[in-house]
């Protein structure tokens, strides 16, 4: 037996919190530099030292360490195309803001995160001083993160919908049958009436 429709938006669900799930656990593990440049009013010069030697050390990371974050952030976004290729029209909208939030993460890391890293090594952070574009990188990490919790949540309210309408259809083709039931019964009896007589 083929896989339906159905069975493979399942894979799609998997799919895209495997790679939601994964490229928020690589940039959480950034918070222990950048929190303290956002929220710490004590932070010191060399909280933002600390920042960027992480960010220069991350640069230099092993080309089959990018690939492997590249392929599971693919495979997400695998998933996310699997869903809108036939989406349930009253949730629709769920599936394509889901794509979306995934997409703008992505960007976000393109354009300011993997950006920042570049500058941590030439050091020219442009219009901006060096302590400044650390900041931006560690505003940009918080942001990449609420975009991919965005993903989650309506992966969760997607699952809802389907599991309530599921419960609700249920109930509504008990009744149906309930219905059904009770026509047949009195018909029955009124055949067993005649064949009395």
Not at 176 to 183: G, I, V
Request: charged share 20%; aromatic share 12%.
């Amino acid at each position: 037996m083929g896989l339906s429709y159905n069975d493979v938006c399942t894979i799609g669900t998997g799919l895209i919190l495997i790679g939601t799930s994964f490229i928020m656990g690589v940039f959480y593990a950034n918070q222990t530099y950048d929190f303290p440049l956002l929220f710490d009013r004590d932070a010191t010069q060399e909280h933002f030292d600390n920042a960027l030697r992480h960010y220069q050390t991350l640069f230099h990371t092993a080309p089959t360490v990018k690939y492997i974050l590249a392929g599971v952030s693919l495979l997400g976004l695998i998933g996310g195309l699997i869903r809108v290729y036939k989406p349930n029209p009253d949730l629709q909208l769920f599936e394509y803001c889901s794509l979306a939030l995934y997409v703008f993460g992505i960007c976000v890391f393109l354009t300011n995160v993997k950006t920042g890293i570049d500058c941590s090594i030439t050091r020219n952070w442009g219009e901006v001083t060096e302590n400044q574009g650390l900041a931006v990188i560690a505003s940009s990490n918080i942001i990449l993160l609420l975009l991919f919790v965005g993903v989650i949540v309506l992966q969760a309210g997607l699952w809802y919908s389907r599991w309530e309408l599921d419960q609700r259809l249920k109930v509504f083709y008990a009744n149906e049958a309930a219905e059904q039931t009770a026509k047949v019964e009195p018909e029955t009896d009124k055949k067993e009436k005649k064949k009395q007589k």
